[in-house]
Structures are given as C-alpha cells and as structure tokens.
C-alpha cells in the first residue's frame, strides 16, 4: 500500500503513543522538528489521519475526555493491518533511499519498532554505501 511521507509519520507516532488525538500529534510533529524537516503541515496531519483511517490502517473513536475548547475530537489506535504496513514501509525506507532522502530519515525515525537483528543488518547495509 501506498504511503505519503506524512502518513508514514503519523503511523509511527499512532504505533508509539497507542491511542492519541490529531490534537497531540500536532503537537509531537512540532515538538519533533517533523514539520521542519519533513515539511508537514497542520492541514496535511488531519487530512493524513481521514487518509490512514479510510485505507483501513488505523481506528478512531470521539474523544469524549476532551477537556480544551473546540469541538469534540477523535483518538486514534493503529490496528494489525497498520502495524503490518507500518513494519513494510519502514524496511522498505531503509532499503531503498540514501540518507538525504526524507523518506530515509523517516524511517531512522521509526526504528524501534523493527526487531534488533533487522536493525543491524540495515546498520551494515548503511555503512556499505
């Protein structure tokens, strides 16, 4: 499946955090330097988040808790079929880009979430080039 970069970023932070707003993720983009260096806007987080939703990637239920101003907002949770997309997308961003690639550097970002043998092996496949 087709991911764009932002959407990419969204499933690793959905993965990381388990059940967070798009109120939260803006705020972790910012806190990150995502926006900065992946050139991700407010508009693109929320448009990404109906979009990962829609692709059948991720869940979300109202955020009845919501104690800010505004509308009542939505909690996202990431399920199987994200997680299994997410794991694809990372391998293949550090399989297949350099490291001035945005793309590359989204996937460093996400690392954890692959197993440590995975990682050593794009570690000596990095150290290659």
């Known amino acids: 499946m087709k991911l ?18 798009g109120y939260r993720v803006n705020s972790l983009i910012e806190k990150y330097g995502y926006r900065q260096w992946a050139g991700i806007g407010t508009t693109s987080i929320y448009v990404g988040l109906k979009n990962l939703e829609k692709k059948g990637l991720t ?16 909690i996202f949770s990431i399920n ?34 692959l197993k440590k043998g995975e990682i050593i092996v794009w570690v000596a496949l990095f150290i290659k080039w």
Do not use: W
């Not at 764009?4 to 990381?16: H, Q, R």
């Not at 869940?59 to 939505?74: A, F, L, Q, R």
């Open 80 to 113: 199987k079929s994200g997680k299994q997309c997410l794991l694809q997308e990372l391998r293949k961003g550090l399989s297949k880009t350099r490291e001035h690639d945005t793309r590359f550097k989204i996937a460093i970002s996400g690392m954890d979430f």
């Open 4 to 21: 764009s970069n932002t959407e990419l970023i969204l499933l690793i932070l959905i993965n990381e955090h388990r059940v967070i707003s």
């Open 59 to 74: 869940e979300s239920t109202m955020d009845y808790e919501k104690i800010t101003k505004g509308p009542v907002g939505k």
